[in-house]
Structures are given as C-alpha cells and as structure tokens.
C-alpha cells in the first residue's frame, strides 16, 4: 500500500503550487531490500513544493527515488537538480558537443547516430562505478531520465555500499577503516600498469570508508574509478579493492530498475555503485538518456 502524504502537507502544496490541488502524490513501498522509492502524483517540469523537497528521509533511507511519467526537457531538468545544490557542468565540453549543456546526453550512439556496442571498453558505464569520484569534490546525486529505451532490457542496477559495509565482519571493518582509495580518470584502463606522471597528478585519494554527511552511516567508496589503496604496495590494495568490490555487488545489496520512457531516477552516490546492463542488443536498438550530477561535500 502506497503512503500518502498527509492532509496537512497536502493542504501546503495546494495552497501554494495549485497546479498540485488535483493530485494525488503518493511514495510507494521499497522497491528492493537494497532501496528504491518512488513517488507518483508530481510534475517535476514545475518547482517542486516545499513539502516535497524537504521530505529529504525518502532519499536518505531508499538511496534511489524513482519519479514515473515525467516529461522533461533538459532545462527543465537542470532546473530540478539545481533544487538540490550546483548542478555539475559539463567541464571542458564545447558548443558542437553532444555533452555540452544543462543535462548531459549519455548513450550508445556513434558520431553518425547509429547504436553501437562500446560495453566491454574499460571506462563504458557498464562497470561498477560511482559518478566521478575522481574530484576532489564528488557528486552527491545523480539524476537520469530516460528518452528512448530499446524495447527490452537496458536496465540500470544499483548496488548498496552501506549495505555490503555493514556486512563486513568486524576484523574486516577494523583493517580497512583510515585506508584511503586513489582515484583518476582512466584507472580501469590501466589494468596492472602503474600510474603514469600525468595520471599521478590528476588522481585524487578519498577513504575506502566514507561517512554520509547527512545519515552518518558508513559505507564503501570504490569501483571502477579506483586505482589502488594509498600506501600499500599496488598489488596488494588492488586486490583488497577487488574483493570488496565483488562484496559490495553481491545480489542481496542490489536493485535493477527496469527503466520506462519517461522515468526520473535520483540516486545517491555517496552509498551507492551503479552500472548500466548490456542486456540488449546495442548494436541495434538505441538508448538515450539525459544526466544531471548535483555537486557533493569532500568524502570523511
């Protein structure tokens, strides 16, 4: 059973958006045992009402909120990020770029506009990843919406972070808390290979084991992004690196959206991984998707 909101709060976004007196908005039951919310009845093309942008424990305890049935242009996108915090430019983007603008267009097109199959390409979003955690300042949300799907599969899974933490044993907790994890753009392609100068100078180290500013909850901060632990030899922390990374991904700390045109899907980078499935065929079916990432805190 959905929970509503109740009559008062109700009472407060008809009285001051009334474009909102006719609906009914409603957040639904978890969607996975790792999180997942979502909230129906809400335009989001239109300021969001304050009893909505407040209600910040629907993000905090589901990680992931899901808003159905959206029409959105990527503006008015940028608009419902920037409600949130600084939404993140497209840093070093041009005009004639795809990426340039208010919302970032990801997808599995080519120059021409024809699908293609870049999944197995190191840095491809279908790895285990945080959003940009290779700033000094990551983002603390993401926001995607989806504008054409293929027509079946193209999901994204989520993985739960503080989940997997808090199923480390105590040994474990003990070994990795203080470590801190180096990130650059790139690492994943290097495989084996020592940083380069250049790589070395663009990296930053965050701890493997970040404290949410808002919930205070300990989660891992790993993935795709990660080079090596700081101050242990290479090989060692990227062995460390990889075992928690297959920890954290266990089935019981994921949830797959099944994505709908339409769909708005927030989500939490700070206590979760992500990946996009190459479960259809992207050489054939295209699948487009506009990106907004609201600027974070430094990780602790």
């Known amino acids: 059973m959905a929970a509503q ?3 008062s709060e109700n009472a407060v976004i008809a009285a001051a958006t009334p474009r909102y007196s006719r609906c009914k908005i409603e957040i639904g039951p978890r969607l996975s045992p790792a999180g997942g919310v979502a909230i129906t009845g809400i335009d ?7 009893a909505i942008r407040d209600r910040n424990a629907a993000f905090h305890t589901h990680h992931i909120v899901v808003f159905p049935q959206q029409v959105l242009t990527r503006e008015q996108q940028f608009a419902f990020g920037a409600q949130f915090g600084s939404v993140e430019p497209a840093a070093g983007r041009g005009h004639g770029s795809k990426r340039y603008g208010v919302a970032h267009i990801i997808s599995n ?30 983002p603390m949300m993401t926001a995607l919406y989806a504008v054409e799907l293929p027509p079946a599969g193209g999901d994204t899974e989520f993985a739960n972070t503080a989940m997997a933490y808090a199923a480390l044993d105590g ?11 180096v990130f650059y753009l790139g690492a994943s392609a290097a495989g084996s290979a020592c940083p380069s100068d250049a790589e070395s100078r663009a990296a930053v180290a965050h701890p493997l084991v970040r404290t949410h500013p808002e919930t205070g909850v300990k989660a891992l901060y790993l993935g795709n ?27 019981e700390f994921r949830y ?4 709908r045109v339409g769909d708005l899907v927030i989500w939490d980078n700070r206590c979760l991984l992500h990946r996009a499935v190459a479960n259809f065929n992207l050489n054939q ?6 990106r907004t990432v609201v600027r974070g805190t430094v990780p602790v």
């Open 225 to 251: 992004h990660a080079s090596h632990i700081l101050g242990q030899p290479l090989a060692e922390g990227r062995a460390l690196l990889k075992r928690l990374l297959a920890h954290a991904t266990r089935p």
């Open 285 to 290: 079916h295209r699948r487009i998707l506009h």
């Open 44 to 50: 989001l093309s239109r300021p969001l009402p304050t």
């Open 5 to 7: 909101l109740t009559d």
């Open 171 to 181: 040994d474990t907790r003990r070994r990795i808390d203080g470590l801190r994890v």
């Open 109 to 138: 097109l080519d120059q021409d506009g024809k699908p293609v199959d870049r999944s197995a390409l190191p840095l491809s979003n279908y790895h285990w990843h945080t959003d940009k955690p290779y700033y000094r300042v990551p």
């Open 256 to 259: 797959l959206h099944r994505w």
